[in-house]
């Protein structure tokens, strides 16, 4: 089957850095999306890796190792303003995106 | 990116009526539009994925005859909730979807909260 594994929650300073991490199973792999999503929102685009890696954009960052089914997201900088949940959503075979629950981030001052 | 706007963004109706929501793309031509649901603190379950010009294709559990999704331009899909109950209470939120796009990502709208009493 196909899933997807995140913390059910993580904590975090402002200021800070924290590191979200994912497991993922799918059937065949398009690549894999991060998303945030504040509460009562819908989900915005983050970041795409589709190669293995880190791609970096501003204070967010992201890991791919598709040899491991795992992925990273990586906040730098925290600000109140990141708290949220994120979201890991691999891309499979029919490039139909696989959710998970997120991972809700609570940023303390 | 890509706009994708919804309307109405809340609803409240009573139990038994019907619903139309509309996803339009508002910058580009949306060849595949997806249709979610979101229950509180609960992941996105895609309800159905439609092309412009054919019948939806929907996931498994999800009644096409209570959810109706039309698809017929490539820029709006609605979807109509039939009937509706009050577990049928949830965010709806539909994403567009077009080849031209350099990752197949997915805009998303920004949601329509339906509430049925």
């Known amino acids: 089957g196909q899933n997807i594994d995140q913390p059910t929650e993580m904590t975090a300073t402002e200021g800070a850095i924290v590191q979200i991490n994912c497991t993922y199973q799918t059937s065949g792999f398009n690549g894999l999306f991060w998303y945030q999503q504040h509460a009562g929102e819908a989900p915005t685009f983050l970041s795409y890796?589709?190669l293995d890696g880190l791609e970096e954009k501003g204070r967010f960052s992201s890991f791919l190792s598709r040899s491991k089914g795992y992925s990273y997201l990586l906040l730098k900088e925290l600000q109140m303003k990141d708290s949220a949940s994120y979201l890991c959503a691999p891309m499979d075979s029919n490039y139909q995106l696989i959710w998970g629950a997120g991972t809700k981030l609570i940023i303390k001052p | 990116g890509a706009v994708v706007s919804q309307h109405p963004s809340w609803v409240i109706c009573k139990s038994g009526t019907s619903v139309k929501i509309e996803c339009r793309s508002l910058d580009f031509q949306a060849t595949t539009m997806f249709w979610y649901r979101q229950f509180p603190k609960q992941s996105l379950m895609l309800m159905a994925t439609?092309?412009?010009?054919?019948?939806?294709?929907?996931e498994q559990g999800v009644e096409k005859d209570k959810f109706l999704i039309n698809h017929a331009s490539l820029t709006l899909s609605t979807l109509t909730v039939t009937s509706a109950h009050p577990e049928d209470s949830s965010f709806y939120i539909c994403?567009?979807?077009?080849?031209?796009?350099?990752?197949?990502?997915?805009?998303f709208g920004p949601g329509t909260r339906l509430t049925v009493l």
């Open positions: 439609s092309n412009e010009g054919s019948k939806a294709t929907y």
């Open positions: 994403s567009a979807a077009s080849p031209g796009q350099d990752y197949n990502e997915q805009f």
């Open positions: 890796n589709v």
